[in-house]
């Protein structure tokens, strides 16, 4: 099970306008024990670029021989931080981005 402060890759493009597969981030919070996971990723700079809820599908570890790779963010920055975070709109762990 990947735990708490774990770097892990997006595994899938799941359509969230900031993030592309194969972006690191850091999980904040495990749920149901490894079912899902919250998981932010940020900037160079340290700036939140988004903190979303993700199934265990959908991120792995990244591993030991993996290069992190840096690209820019081409959306515009959010005005206001809760702007990042992604809410489930339905009962489980969602990564589909708020509009």
Do not use: W
């Not at 079912?35 to 932010?40: F, G, H, I, L, S």
């Amino acid at each position: 099970m990947i735990t708490e402060h774990s770097l892990v890759v997006l595994d899938r493009d799941l359509g969230h306008p900031r993030l592309s597969r194969g972006d690191v981030g850091t999980v904040v919070h495990v749920y149901k024990d490894g079912r899902a996971y919250e998981v932010e990723f940020v900037d160079g700079g340290g700036a939140t670029v988004a903190l979303i809820t993700v199934d265990a599908k959908d991120v792995r570890r990244i591993e030991s021989g993996e290069l992190l790779h840096a690209r820019r963010c081409t959306q515009a920055e959010p005005s206001n931080p809760a702007d990042v975070r992604d809410d489930s709109a339905h009962d489980g762990p969602s990564a589909v981005a708020r509009g």
